[in-house]
């Protein structure tokens, strides 16, 4: 936005005058068309304050003249200007979020009004219905319908049932006048159709573009590809969502990930028959005007197919070119083409860059290829600011969106981590990835759940003190890039792996088909093997000479390295990781401060919760059982409260939760991999009722400590590469300083017996690493097979 | 003189109504014919006068009285013409905004409003301040 210039006169005011001429002329109708103009004359010149304004004023007063249509119209006008100054700023804005907030209100009012006018044609058929249609009654139809036909800007037809009121419109009537009424009903009904389906396809327009606008890339066209039936009759409309949806499908195209050309090209595909199908709308209309822009866009779209996958003409123009420029690199980038990459994308360099173009990730990804280090960094830095930027506008509430700008930001901080660690620059290498770490919207209701990063020097002080080790893993396209550093180091050490690739084993740990199933666990474990033959130990002398003189190794996972149970990974010789050090677990090194800033209580206090029993196929246990044996451990001086069975309820548990300095929680519990926010996917099956990690999140807790018993308690939907949610998230934003849980689904035996050894070594004064390293031990003992020793994890604070 | 007034009528209002449909396309050949049509229809109101008093003075000579249906007919052409001349200064403006000529189009409105006066058709100013609307809003959208 600009600001007015100083001496110029005010367009707003100027404009509002006119509208008040207008109104005094009587009017109506232009005087609510330079009202919106006032509007958004006022937002160009910088005043915000009068768009609103000025906008609610032309709906009331079309409204308050019956101009429907009109107010209708101005409506998707304002939300169509919101979306251009959203996408012109390059920035999710208020303005954006606002037209964001007004969507669902506008279809419903579309669909309100136009309702509301195919009821009086509805009302003159049932008049028309009847034995002998009553005069007053059909008066009073035609009437309405006549004044429905006015407010849709429908002159003819209104007139044709003035007419007949006047003319025919009293009884006793010919039955030809009758069926001279029921036709205009007809016709009305029929354009009234028309206009609706403008409305809404219109509506459509503006909603899947400000989804795209938000980076939402299956959303618009999920829409355009409703909208299209919706405007099958009107062959205009029907062409703009056509070119619009191919405009869609070459952006989702464009983002699809490195690995994924295979879907990238059928969506280029798509996006060609969307173009063709926008060529064959228009083909009856007379207008050759109109047939221009269908026909570029389909020329457009065959050059993105082109046999050499470069963007011959069109595509370098806009927003939709520069993507499909990106995506011809990203295809480059996969096929090891990496100067190719940066060719394509200085073609796109004139192209304006749209939010969410990628081009300095991919030209930053293309130039560490070249062996560029130095010369990637500008344009990471250049791409991270423009996406934090973004983030700080965010409203925190889940959205494919957000996680997919999250995790861009994430990728981009791990390739700077890579190539700062290929510069020798270590110190700098890990404060790359400890801001990726730490990255994530805002939590506004609870800002010190989300900490901002901390700098290496604070971190290895920390580490200095608690006698900690650290080593964190992040994932590339390139290898495994390996952080780490013992207690006593001044520096971290870094090094790429690249025998572990990103692409390695995600398929394994992100098949989303087998999550919610019962193989997910035998999966988990299926890949305890390979894991440690590729991943761990490469690295053995490093984690044997970091782990020496540590009380703890704190693991720093990457995206599905999460779901992977560490404990249960050997080194050389069948050790186990589990055994040369305690371990914990966390996204960030911030993550392990704030947790362990927290005011430390002692174990006076435990709420043992149980609910449910096992599975049918396994042993009868109760886990009421299970909860009271735990609960037995707090002897006097120390308490214990038991919910259990029916005392077992959510709001039982919400109530108590927060006076407690432990609280474990023995009960069924599951994670959805088709909900889409991952709060509500994970949840607890209490008495009565589902606790979703939502609900949870919004409690106030002082515990040291929740230990979850619970099938996948400590599995969550991932949000970007290293933001864990679920109960994890929930339990340590509402206070928790740690939490124990499993990923994976648990047999009640073993877990119950690792339960009540864990609480015996801490309550006699271990650490919570150290307990639960023992404790799995001595499982393992009883029960040697890794998924029933080895799921639980600790999060948070270890001691 | 009666055909001679009817072929350049005719070529008037063929000129004026492809100058409107111009507009959209070639907003600067719409300008010209326009400002040709400015330019013609004060001459060509000035022969149609001529004409009709001609006529005026046969049937006074005849003895012939105007018949109130040709008395309408009479005042409805000076409507036509008049609403010719507010079409040309629309279309003028109209033309002058998709050029960006802002500041001449500000003044056709100015001067066509001023010549319409405060009592005149509310139709006809408020299509006038339509156009001034436009004009303010482009330049709004420049600023």
């Given at each position: 936005m600009t600001p007015a210039r100083a001496g110029a006169p005010d367009p707003s005011a100027e404009l509002e005058?006119?509208?008040?001429?207008?109104?005094?002329?009587?009017?109506?109708?232009a005087a609510v068309q330079v009202k919106a103009q006032a509007g958004t004359a006022a937002l160009s010149s910088g005043r915000s304050d009068l768009f609103d304004q000025r906008y609610q004023e032309a709906f009331v007063l079309a409204a308050a003249h019956d101009l429907q249509y009109l107010e209708l119209i101005v409506r998707l006008q304002k939300a169509q200007f919101q979306l251009a100054c959203a996408s012109a700023g390059g920035i999710i804005d208020s303005i954006s979020a606002e037209a964001k907030a007004k969507d669902s209100e506008m279809v419903q009012r579309i669909r309100q009004y136009s309702g509301t006018a195919l009821s009086?044609?509805?009302?003159?058929?049932?008049?028309?219905?009847?034995?002998a249609p009553d005069g007053v009654a059909l008066g009073g139809a035609v009437d309405a319908a006549a004044k429905a036909a006015a407010s849709f800007e429908l002159n003819e037809t209104g007139g044709l049932l003035t007419d007949w009121r006047t003319e025919k419109g009293n009884p006793p009537f010919a039955a030809e006048s009758l069926d001279g009424l029921r036709g205009i009903a007809a016709r009305l009904r029929a354009e009234l159709d028309r206009r609706y389906a403008s409305l809404s396809t219109t509506a459509d327009l503006i909603r899947a573009a400000l989804k795209a606008v938000y980076g939402d890339c299956d959303s618009p066209i999920e829409?355009?590809?409703r909208a299209a039936v919706t405007a099958a009759n009107l062959p205009s409309s029907l062409a703009q969502v056509y070119m619009a949806l191919a405009d869609a499908y070459c952006a989702r195209a464009g983002i699809e990930k490195t690995n994924s050309p295979q879907a990238a090209a059928a969506d280029l595909e798509q996006a060609e028959q969307a173009a063709a199908n926008a060529v064959a709308a228009v083909q009856p209309l007379g207008n050759v005007l109109e047939k221009e822009a269908p026909a570029a866009k389909l020329n457009e779209m065959r050059a993105l197919r082109s046999p050499e996958g470069t963007p011959a003409a069109a595509p370098s123009q806009g927003f939709y070119g520069a993507m499909a420029l990106g995506q011809a690199a990203i295809q480059a980038l996969a096929e090891h083409r990496p100067a190719d990459a940066l060719a394509l994308l200085d073609k796109a360099a004139n192209a304006p860059a749209g939010p969410h173009t990628m081009a300095l990730g991919i030209r930053a990804a293309a130039k560490y290829e070249l062996g560029r280090y130095e010369d990637a960094i500008p344009d990471l830095d250049a791409r991270i600011a423009q996406l934090e930027q973004q983030s700080e506008a965010d409203s925190g509430e889940f959205s494919y969106a957000l996680n997919s700008r999250l995790e861009e930001l994430q990728n981009l901080y791990v390739i700077k981590a890579c190539a700062l660690t290929q510069l020798g620059r270590f110190a700098e290498a890990w404060n790359a990835s400890e801001r990726g770490r730490a990255a994530g919207p805002p939590d506004h209701a609870n800002p010190a759940a989300h900490p901002p990063p901390i700098e290496w020097e604070a971190w290895r002080a920390w580490l200095q003190t608690e006698?900690?080790?650290?080593v964190s893993f992040a994932l590339s396209r390139w290898g495994a890039l390996i952080l780490s550093a013992g207690p006593d180091d001044a520096q971290p050490s870094a090094m790429l792996l690249p025998s572990f690739r990103y692409s390695d084993m995600a398929q394994q740990f992100l098949n989303r088909a087998e999550e919610d199933s019962q193989v997910w666990t035998a999966i988990i474990f299926g890949a305890v093997s390979a894991l440690s033959a590729n991943l761990l130990q490469p690295i053995e002398p490093l984690l044997d000479r970091i782990a020496a003189h540590a009380e703890v190794l704190y693991i720093l996972p990457d995206?599905?390295?999460?779901?992977?149970p560490f404990a249960a990974l050997t080194l050389s010789g069948e050790r186990y990781?589990?055994?040369l050090c305690p371990?914990?677990?966390a996204p960030s090194a911030a993550f392990v401060l704030l947790n362990a800033s927290r005011a430390r209580q002692a174990a006076r206090s435990c709420l043992a919760l149980g609910v449910g029993q096992a599975p049918k196929d396994k042993p009868v246990i109760r886990f009421s059982q299970q909860a009271a044996a735990v609960a037995d451990l707090w002897t006097a001086p120390k308490t214990s409260t038991r919910l259990l069975d029916e005392a077992a309820t959510d709001d039982a548990l919400r109530q108590a939760a927060g006076a407690f300095d432990v609280l474990h929680l023995s009960c069924h519990g599951a994670t959805s991999s088709r909900m889409l926010d991952p709060m509500e996917a994970s949840l607890l099956e209490l008495a009565g009722a589902t606790l979703t990690a939502r609900e949870a999140l919004a409690w106030n807790l002082n515990a040291d400590l929740v230990f979850m018993n619970v099938c996948q308690g400590g599995r969550f939907r991932m949000e970007g590469r290293t933001n864990v949610s679920g109960f994890l998230r929930a339990f340590h934003a509402a206070g928790a300083?740690?939490?124990?849980?499993?990923?994976?689904?648990?047999?009640?035996?073993?877990a119950g017996e690792l339960a009540v050894r864990f609480y015996r070594h801490w309550l006699a004064g271990a650490s919570k690493a150290r307990a639960l390293q023992r404790a799995q031990q001595e499982v393992r003992q009883l029960y040697p097979a890794d998924k029933d020793w080895a799921p639980h994890a600790l999060t948070g604070d270890y001691r | 003189m009666a055909l001679a007034l009817q072929a350049r009528d005719r070529e008037f209002q063929t000129r004026l109504k492809d100058a409107f449909h111009l507009l959209a396309s070639n907003p600067a050949a719409a300008l010209s014919e326009l400002e040709w049509a400015e330019q013609e229809q004060p001459a060509l109101e000035r022969e149609r006068t001529e004409f009709d008093a001609a006529m005026e003075n046969v049937r006074i000579q005849a003895g012939i009285v105007l018949t109130p249906q040709e008395a309408a007919v009479r005042n409805q052409m000076a409507a036509t013409s008049h609403n010719a001349w507010l079409q040309i200064q629309w279309g003028k403006a109209s033309a002058l905004v998709s050029l960006n000529r802002l500041a001449e189009a500000r003044v056709v409105v100015d001067a066509a409003s001023a010549a319409l006066g405060p009592e005149s058709d509310p139709q006809a100013r408020s299509m006038l301040l339509q156009m001034r609307a436009s004009i303010v809003a482009a330049a709004a959208q420049g600023l």
């Open positions: 005058s006119i509208a008040l001429q207008l109104c005094d002329l009587g009017d109506w109708r009086t044609c509805a009302a003159i058929d049932a008049a028309l219905g009847a034995p829409i355009l590809t006698r900690a080790a650290f995206s599905y390295l999460f779901r992977a990781l589990s055994d371990l914990a677990m300083r740690s939490v124990i849980a499993s990923v994976t689904h648990i047999d009640p035996l073993p | -």
